[in-house]
């Protein structure tokens, strides 16, 4: 079975220790907007603005680690970085969401 954030972004097999990096830096990154959300009402105006920052998180977080890893998340950071670029939103609707 493949691995989706593995096979997908990376081209192969992630680390598990590289995995957990990652999750960290984007769960800031959720975190750290939901507090916006909640107390300082600023809503992001693009959901990619979360994933962003999540991002630019472990980027910064890069020199923590050795330095095989880090050339690793410089390649994955190339990666994400053009696929930013190259994404385009849906025009789709949402139809699970209901405003109350």
Do not use: C
Request: a positive charge; glycine letters at 8%; hydrophobic letters at 50%.
């Amino acid at each position: 079975m493949s691995d989706a954030l593995g096979d997908h972004v990376w081209g192969g097999k992630i680390p598990i220790r590289l995995k957990f990096f990652i999750i960290a830096g984007v769960t800031w990154a959720i975190w750290r907007s939901r507090n916006k959300m909640a107390i300082e009402k600023l809503f992001p105006k693009n959901p990619l603005d979360v994933i962003r920052s999540g991002v630019a998180y472990v980027q910064k977080w890069r020199p923590l680690l050795g330095a095989s890893v880090q050339a690793n998340i410089a390649i994955l950071g190339e990666k994400m970085k053009m696929w930013f670029q190259n994404h385009s939103p849906s025009n789709g609707s949402i139809l699970d969401i209901v405003e109350l």
